[in-house]
């Protein structure tokens, strides 16, 4: 365990001179950008080390490996993202232990998301994925809706009990006019961020980069960076 506690210390140190320098060479402060640790394939262990080191936010994209990790590490001062396609048969375990949602994608979620809120007594944060390698009224290939969609499925958020609109997220897309150009790809959402703000000005989360473009995110604006291999390791996927 001390291995790995020193192994994990010494990449997350690497990732925070990552996230520094980006912000340096951006013009902006280092506390504009929250890590986001994604732990998802990882252990709990891994969670209570993350935690000892000073880490407060989390994400998971996978419920059933989620759940139960969640539930193991209650005790700690962690914030949960959900980050991955979310059923809306799973909302209601997803709701038991996530304080943010960064998956909101469709009216059908919105309304399973703040019935199980609801029922909860909780207040949810919700991002809308965008994804930018599809057309303006489509879905992308990973989730998320089309820029065209924002508006209506925002609007939808801000007015369903039990959920509170944060702001947007996107992963870089593969395909598409963006694909390869992950800063042109983060810039475009820190333009739909800016668009949405007009109409939800507390909506100000900017959810973007990861490992390996986590500095293209922060250059053009993240105000979360979501890292796992980089902090963690690489180990075999799930399923």
């Not at 100000?204 to 979501?226: C, F, I, K, P, Y």
Request: glycine share 10%; proline share 3%.
């Amino acid at each position: 365990m001390t291995d790995r506690k020193d192994e994990i210390a010494a990449n997350l140190a690497n990732v925070e001179e990552r996230i520094a320098a980006a912000c340096a060479a951006a013009g902006r402060r280092r506390d504009e950008v929250t890590l986001i640790v994604v732990t998802k394939t990882y252990p709990a262990s891994d969670v209570r080390i993350l935690a000892g080191l000073g880490v407060r936010h989390v994400a998971e994209n996978r419920d059933q490996d989620a759940a139960p990790k969640a539930a193991e590490c209650s005790d700690l001062p962690l914030t949960w993202h959900f980050v991955g396609q979310l059923q809306t048969n799973k909302v209601r375990s997803v709701v038991g232990y996530a304080d943010l949602v960064q998956s909101v994608d469709r009216s059908r979620l919105v309304t399973a998301l703040s019935r199980e809120a609801v029922r909860a007594g909780r207040e949810l944060g919700c991002l809308i994925q965008v994804a930018l390698d599809a057309g303006e009224s489509a879905r992308g290939e990973r989730g998320g809706v089309a820029p065209g969609g924002i508006e209506e499925l925002a609007d939808l958020v801000a007015a369903a009990d039990g959920l509170r609109l944060d702001g947007l997220m996107t992963v870089a897309p593969l395909t598409g006019e963006y694909a390869g150009r992950e800063r042109a790809a983060f810039g475009r959402l820190m333009d739909l961020s800016t668009h949405l703000r007009g109409a939800h000005p507390a909506a100000n989360m900017v959810s973007a980069g990861m490992s390996a473009d986590l500095e293209q995110a922060v250059a053009a604006g993240a105000t979360h960076v979501r890292v796992g291999s980089a902090v963690l390791g690489v180990r075999a996927r799930l399923g």
